[in-house]
């Protein structure tokens, strides 16, 4: 559906460097990555809202590269959602229309539809400044679906809500994602966001793509240290591999660490990620298909609420995650001895 290739944008300060991805049709795809790190200016050049450099943009096959931004049949919405403050919702829903040739029927039935999906109906007389957070951001949705887009473009929709609205938007997203089948691009760099609602992901980072691929991989599986640290594996060592009679692993001078992965070459340096969730903590040694136990020292709790973070000093560093009843349970305590225990399976290398 979208495919991007050796996509370059220069600006004064900032350059977007050989972007190149696909978007399948009707997929539900994100575009992850810090702020300042070029998501906004990569929509804006899929839209045809910017001038590019070199590259090319392919939309439903059709090369749009040089089409305007009302020939490529996208819809944008913006985090700021972008109405007309002197148009009232009515009228800032059917402002495409000026631009897209749509039949009287379809439109009206589009126009029903969106209004009862979104729950719109009651707030068609208002203007955009007594409206809710959260009622802008639907108006926002269906000015950009009344058109009937072949590709729904969204920079950050779910910021600046509660996190009810939150919520609440991210639902309807998705169900409106399953009901049109439009392909869905959303910008965000909120972790909730991604793993809810996309099915693949690109992380990007100073105009540069660092990683595409299933969401699962993107997280559990990073290919750079940016990436490892973005996702917040938290525990990103570094090692020697080798093997041993058979087995493979990475010595980090301190620790040794059992993978499954294959070693590709004995003694290579290599990074490595094992995520605070794959860790599994106890007060006696656990014997089980886990290959990696290691008895340490509770240096650091971290209370994020629902789950809690324990960093314990194994040789290393490392940082597991459990749940709030667990810690409760487990009365956990700085200064603790501990083991922490993970499967082979686990650890995941980067070079």
Not at 111 to 118: A, H, I, S, T
Request: contains cysteine.
């Amino acid at each position: 559906m979208i495919r991007i290739e050796g996509l370059c944008v220069d600006l004064p300060g900032f350059c977007l460097r050989e972007i190149s991805f696909s978007v399948k049709k009707g997929e539900f795809f994100v575009l992850l990555g810090p702020t300042g790190a070029g998501k906004t200016l990569l929509l804006e050049a899929i839209a045809g809202l910017i001038p590019i450099k070199k590259g090319k943009i392919y939309i439903d096959g059709v090369d749009v590269t040089n089409l305007p931004p009302e020939a490529r049949g996208v819809g944008i919405v913006y985090q700021d959602c972008a109405l007309f403050p002197h148009l009232t919702v009515l009228e800032n829903i059917k402002y495409g229309l000026h631009f897209h040739k749509i039949e009287r029927k379809e439109a009206e039935e589009r126009l029903n539809w969106l209004l009862d999906q979104l729950r719109l109906r009651p707030l068609i007389k208002r203007l955009p400044v007594n409206l809710s957070g959260g009622e802008l951001k639907r108006v926002a949705l269906a000015r950009a679906l009344m058109v009937n887009p072949s590709v729904l473009l969204l920079d950050e929709p779910l910021s600046a809500l509660d996190p009810n609205f939150r919520e609440e938007i991210r639902g309807e997203l998705k169900k409106l994602h399953q009901d049109t089948g439009v392909t869905f691009l959303l910008v965000t760099h909120n972790f909730t966001d991604v793993l809810s609602l996309a099915s693949r992901a690109a992380v990007i980072n100073e105009g540069k793509i660092e990683q595409v691929g299933e969401v699962k991989d993107v997280f559990q599986r990073p290919r750079s240290h940016f990436v490892a640290n973005f996702v917040q594996a938290r525990n990103i060592l570094c090692g020697h591999l080798f093997n041993k009679n058979g087995h493979r692993y990475i010595d980090t001078g301190k620790i040794r660490v059992e993978l499954a992965e294959d070693v590709a070459k004995a003694k290579e340096k290599v990074y490595f990620v094992v995520r605070p969730e794959d860790i599994i903590l106890s007060r006696a040694p656990v014997y089980s298909s886990a290959r990696n136990c290691y008895l340490g020292k509770v240096t650091k709790i971290v209370n994020r609420g629902a789950v809690v973070y324990i960093v314990t000093d194994i040789g290393e560093e490392m940082t597991a995650m459990i749940t709030k009843a667990s810690f409760e349970e487990m009365n956990v305590k700085e200064g603790d001895s501990l083991y922490l225990i993970f499967k082979a399976s686990a650890v995941h290398l980067f070079y």
